[in-house]
């Protein structure tokens, strides 16, 4: 779980950092600090995110292999 992918699952779920912070019991501050990288994202906090969007450790490895193979133009 990466700062990054917690953002894309929050709005693609049409979600707020207060959304999710509600969900699994945090400030909407801890959140937008996370997406910001400004606060490291822990193994606690990231299984925490993993509970919420109701992913385990085979969905969260092809997110990951989809993230790998989609290349940005800059």
């Known amino acids: ?5 917690v953002r ?6 049409n979600m707020t950092q207060a959304d999710l912070a509600k969900k ?4 909407g501050r801890l959140i937008a ?3 910001r990288h400004e606060r490291r ?5 990231a299984n925490r995110f993993m509970v919420a ?10 997110l990951r292999m989809l993230r790998e193979a989609i290349v940005f133009d800059e």
Do not use: A, H, W, Y
């Open 33 to 35: 600090f996370i997406e």
């Open 1 to 5: 779980m990466t700062p990054e992918l």
């Open 41 to 45: 994202l822990t193994e606690r906090m």
């Open 53 to 62: 969007f109701n992913l385990d450790e085979k969905k969260l490895q092809e």
């Open 24 to 27: 699994i019991g945090c400030s």
């Open 8 to 13: 894309i699952l929050r709005v693609t779920r």
